[in-house]
T-cell receptor, first 116, second 110 residues
Framework: DARVTQTPRHKVTEMGQEVTMRCQPILGHNTVFWYRQTMMQGLELLAYFRNRAPLDDSGMPKDRFSAEMPDATLATLKIQPSEPRDSAVYFC??????????????FGPGTRLTVL | QKEVEQNSGPLSVPEGAIASLNCTYSDRGSQSFFWYRQYSGKSPELIMFIYSNGDKEDGRFTAQLNKASQYVSLLIRDSQPSDSATYLCAVKSSASKIIFGSGTRLSIRP
């Protein structure tokens, strides 16, 4: 059963704390995306990796957010320090065949982050 | 102007009727277009994609694309209560970035 997994599923933390979210893409997929979803902003792309290299992180606040892909089976998104406005659901998605017109993404279940 | 625009709804449709969801986009060089369905508290799942002008049918779903008008739509025939969800339009731009609309909430009333 190939699917994207994310941990933790829920995280409640206090303002100023570091938050790390993890994602395991579908085996064989070479593109990984991080999204943030809120009621106000909808689904926003934060960062995008291809073959573990960051291609676009223009949607990410650089001063507090960082995204890495230490190996093909793990992508991480860190927030340090966290702020209440970071409260959202963070989705990881993976896909393959990035050079084709068609580029389906498979979404993980998301991490629901609450920063108090 | 947002890059991908959708009416937020809610769109209420009686069971068995046709639900019509619309999406417009601003980048004329956009390459491919996707419709995702998202149930409350769940992650988005792809239901249709289209990259050529015209209609594409898959079961009860039909995607329609008009690049000249920068318009893409999703028709759901014989609507069922299980179709009640938020439908997200996504566009792969000329810069190969996939941009999502804010979604249309669809409610099918029995």
């Amino acid at each position: 059963d190939a699917r994207v997994t994310q941990t933790p599923r829920h995280k409640v933390t206090e303002m100023g704390q570091e938050v790390t979210m993890r994602c395991q893409p579908i085996l064989g997929h070479n593109t990984v995306f991080w999204y943030r979803q809120t009621m106000m902003q909808g689904l926003e792309l934060l960062a995008y990796f291809r073959n573990r290299a960051p291609l676009d992180d223009s949607g990410m606040p650089k001063d507090r957010f960082s995204a890495e892909m230490p190996d093909a089976t793990l992508a991480t998104l860190k927030i340090q320090p966290s702020e209440p406005r970071d409260s959202a659901v963070y989705f990881c998605a993976s896909g393959s065949l990035p050079d084709r017109v068609y580029n389906e993404q498979f979404f993980g279940p998301g991490t629901r982050l609450t920063v108090l | 102007q947002k890059e991908v625009e959708q009416n937020s709804g809610p769109l209420s449709v009686p069971e068995g009727a046709i639900a019509s969801l619309n999406c417009t986009y601003s980048d004329r060089g956009s390459q491919s277009f996707f419709w995702y369905r998202q149930y409350s508290g769940k992650s988005p799942e792809l239901i249709m994609f289209i990259y050529s002008n015209g209609d594409k049918e898959d079961g009860r779903f039909t995607a329609q694309l008009n690049k000249a008008s920068q318009y893409v739509s999703l028709l759901i025939r014989d609507s069922q209560p299980s179709d009640s969800a938020t439908y997200l339009c996504a566009v792969k731009s000329s810069a190969s970035k996939i941009i999502f609309g804010s979604g249309t909430r669809l409610s099918i009333r029995p």
